[in-house]
């Protein structure tokens, strides 16, 4: 079945760029979609069919998807972006949902 | 406001049942596709369950299919899942989310785990 690859771990100092990339064999032809989770809490959508912002989520969250790799990028990180974040696709041959091993942003 | 709230997570003993339940307010609940996501203390999510609109269509990811059925009631909107031959590997929290393409909205999660 479809694999989607994160990094496990990212630090980025307060006010920098985090850029979060979520590897698949041709994921520039599926819709990505990215969840934040914090501690103890609900997976939050942040960023759906590659680029689109849902109501309510910053300016500062932007994503991008092309070739292998789709990328969730958040400008001037503040602290309370520190989360885990996950990458999801439909995987068209088993017909399912698949998510990537997640991303554990730390911002110092 | 959109409102996800799951009930029924327990302590099971393997090869015991467990269900779940997810009721749903704050927008036309028989209008949309609905999951179930698990997620292993420390580990990602793991997609488990989908199910149509009008309960028609329905899908299990392969490790609970057999043991696990999803379903729904559009009159109460309440989304189900029977957890039956439960194993150590099913402990997990346990989400509904709603459906739109991506999954747009989540619920607090309900934690399940099995042990002896």
């Known amino acids: 079945s479809y694999v989607l690859t994160q990094p496990p771990s990212l630090s980025v100092a307060p006010g920098k760029t985090a850029t979060l990339t979520c590897g698949g064999a041709?994921?520039?032809?599926?819709?990505v979609h990215w969840y934040q989770q914090k501690s103890g809490q609900a997976p939050l959508l942040v960023i759906r069919?590659?680029?689109v912002r849902p109501s309510g989520i910053p300016e500062r969250f932007s994503g991008s998807n092309s070739g292998n790799t789709a990328t969730l990028t958040i400008s001037r990180v503040e602290v309370g972006d520190e989360a885990d974040y996950s990458c999801?696709?439909?995987?068209?041959?088993?017909?399912?949902?698949?998510f990537g091993g997640g991303t554990k942003l730390t911002v110092l | 406001e959109v409102k996800l709230v799951e009930s029924g997570g327990d302590v099971a003993q393997p090869g015991g049942s467990l269900r779940l339940s997810c009721a749903a307010s704050?927008?036309?609940?028989?209008?949309?596709?609905m999951n179930w996501v698990r997620q292993t203390p420390g580990k990602g999510l793991e997609w488990v369950a989908n199910?149509?609109?009008?309960?028609?269509?329905?899908d299990h990811v392969e490790s609970v299919k057999g043991r696990f059925t999803i379903s729904r009631d559009n009159a109460k909107n309440v989304l189900y899942l029977q957890m039956n031959n439960l194993r150590a590997e099913d402990t997990a929290v346990y989400y509904c989310?709603?459906?739109?393409?991506?999954?747009?909205?989540w619920g607090q999660g309900t934690l399940v785990s099995v042990s002896s």
């Open positions: 704050g927008f036309t609940f028989r209008s949309y596709w």
């Open positions: 999801q696709v439909w995987d068209s041959i088993i017909e399912q949902p698949i």
């Open positions: 199910i149509n609109q009008d309960g028609s269509e329905k």
């Open positions: 041709n994921i520039g032809r599926k819709s």
């Open positions: 069919s590659d680029s």
């Open positions: 989310a709603r459906d739109s393409q991506a999954l747009d909205y």
